[in-house]
């Protein structure tokens, strides 16, 4: 088992920047991917960035320069910098965990989920 426990969320104005952090603890894995989900009210959970354990990131178009995933092996923890904010980044915001080598973009293919933080943009 891994569990995932994130926090960072919170309220923003456009434009503005915050962090979410991912502090993953159990089992260990020597291959795996951490990405990070978001879920608008009424809309469906959406992929917006991966981190791989050799350090690759994967990011979706909508978050590219203005997003950064990066993880610090030492800490377990993962964090998603998010600079430029806007109303549309509005969501919870989950952490997810695959034993893989390979990333993905498809929540289904993630075996671990984190409880979600609420990230709210206002304009």
């Known amino acids: 088992q891994v569990q995932l426990v994130e926090s960072g969320g919170g309220l923003v104005q456009a434009g503005g920047s915050l962090r979410l952090s991912c502090a993953a603890s159990?089992?260990?894995?020597?291959?795996?991917?951490m990405g990070w989900f978001r879920q608008a009210p009424g809309k469906e959970r959406e992929f917006v960035a991966a981190?791989?354990?050799?350090?690759?990131?994967n990011y979706a178009d909508s978050v590219k320069g203005r997003f950064t995933i990066s993880g610090d092996n030492a800490k377990n923890t993962m964090y998603l910098q998010m600079n430029s904010l806007k109303p549309e980044d509005t969501a919870v915001y989950y952490c997810?965990?695959?034993?893989?080598?390979?990333?993905?973009?498809?929540?289904?293919?993630?075996?671990?989920w984190g409880q979600g933080t609420q990230v709210t943009v206002s304009s």
């Open positions: 159990g089992r260990t894995f020597s291959s795996y991917v």
């Open positions: 981190v791989i354990w050799n350090g690759s990131t």
């Open positions: 997810a965990f695959r034993p893989s080598r390979y990333v993905s973009g498809d929540m289904r293919d993630y075996n671990y």
